[in-house]
């Protein structure tokens, strides 16, 4: 019905509708038994059984819910329905939704980016593999629910973890909110969890064969070299970035004896760990390129992304740590030398190799954005990722310096 045919009905009819027919008022019964009328109401009802159901237009991308619902009720106890998706974070690496019940229960599900993708790339089963496995030890992850690897479910294998509550730091803004003393416990606590992530037994938690345990330096030089050179050929002319080249040749020929293997998270910074309310991590995020290897990259690498009060923050997700309360990154060495009891002599390697590492990653994207192939991009944008590259390849030379 229709409605201004039920605003009518409800002004001549206000209750009477739920009682039998011989309590109706004669109006009532009047305009209920007028041929016109039934027509009218015999139209309206065909319209609702043959009009098709409305789209959902709140289920992002990524989700088709009538699946994934059905994927819950087989794995969370007691769910309570409807469940509502929201896009955590997208773009070209792996998707991740908060999803809530109707008792405001939380998860976090993650996927491949939409669209064709490399399977090595966005490995689902790896990824909560590593997290499944890590969840007995000291090293702060969410609890895993399950993995579905049946690409019919929801077009592309996805894992489920619980939903951690908690702060990530990306920005100054952000780390402006924390007062001088949840900043210094932040930066103590994200040392003290690499340093935990990097004694873990990784035998004892099924994780031995993750990857290979020696030649990580040497691997990880040949790998990014080549995406390098791939990046360069995709630009006319090439990117100009003969420092890499060089930069190459000079790490290679200095690698350091390996310290042993361990987990290496191979993307450890401020924003990928989760703080609480006193700026303690509660949360390790983004696992997609763990593997066994070399642990001191990963002190190298957040060295790269820690920024000290006047340093030139070539990286935006460097500048929040510039601000007072957050340690210094010699205080971060000097606290992962003592908690690791590790031989930090040969930093400056790792740190010239985390800046070169990160200059062949970035060549990658504007090669892509140069090229064309992430769409019709702003030429603004396009400009800012070659300043940043090209700042970047600075960086890395002057690291270089100390190397061999």
Not at 110 to 128: F, I, K, S, Y
Not at 195 to 203: M, S
Not at 296 to 313: F, I, Q, R
């Amino acid at each position: 019905m229709r409605s201004d045919s039920w605003g009518a009905t409800r002004e001549t009819v206000p209750v009477w509708g739920l009682c039998g027919p011989a309590s109706l008022p004669t109006t009532a019964v009047a305009w209920l038994t007028d041929p016109s009328r039934r027509s009218t109401l015999r139209t309206e009802a065909a319209q609702r059984v043959t009009e098709p159901t409305p789209v959902d237009n709140s289920v992002p991308s990524g989700i088709d819910a009538a699946a994934v619902t059905d994927w819950f009720r087989s794995h969370v106890p007691a769910l309570s329905e409807p469940l509502r998706f929201e896009l955590i974070a997208g773009g070209h690496s792996n998707l991740t939704f908060r999803v809530a019940d109707a008792d405001d229960r939380r998860w976090v599900l993650r996927r491949p980016p939409l669209g064709q993708v490399l399977a090595t790339a966005h490995d689902m089963g790896r990824e909560h593999r590593i997290i499944s496995a890590l969840g007995p030890t000291a090293v702060p992850v969410p609890p895993t629910v399950g993995l579905c690897s049946d690409d019919s479910v929801n077009g592309a294998p996805f894992y489920v973890m619980d939903f951690v509550d908690g702060r990530v730091v990306r920005s100054p803004s952000d780390a402006a909110a924390l007062s001088d003393e949840e900043r210094r416990c932040a930066g103590e606590s994200i040392v003290d969890v690499l340093a935990c992530i990097h004694t873990v037994d990784v035998d004892e938690v099924g994780l031995g064969d993750l990857g290979r345990r020696d030649g990580y330096i040497a691997r990880q030089l040949k790998r990014w070299y080549s995406q390098f050179q791939a990046s360069d050929a995709q630009v006319d002319g090439g990117l100009g970035l003969g420092v890499v080249h060089e930069v190459h040749d000079r790490l290679a020929a200095a690698i350091p004896p390996q310290q042993g293997a361990a987990i290496v998270h191979g993307d450890y910074r401020l924003d990928n760990c989760m703080l609480g309310d006193d700026g303690r991590v509660v949360s390790v995020l983004d696992w997609e390129i763990c593997t066994l290897g070399d642990p001191l990259a990963d002190v190298g690498l957040l060295w790269v992304y820690w920024s000290d009060p006047g340093d030139d923050a070539v990286l935006p997700q460097a500048s929040p740590t510039a601000l007072d309360g957050f340690p210094r990154k010699a205080e971060l060495v000097q606290r992962y030398g003592a908690a690791s009891e590790r031989d930090l002599s040969d930093l400056d390697f790792y740190v010239a190799f985390g800046c070169w590492k990160l200059t062949c990653i970035i060549a990658g994207v504007y090669a892509r954005y140069a090229g064309g192939a992430m769409g019709d991009v702003p030429a603004d944008q396009v400009d800012g990722f070659k300043v940043m590259l090209e700042r970047l390849a600075q960086m890395t030379f002057a690291a270089t310096q100390d190397v061999g």
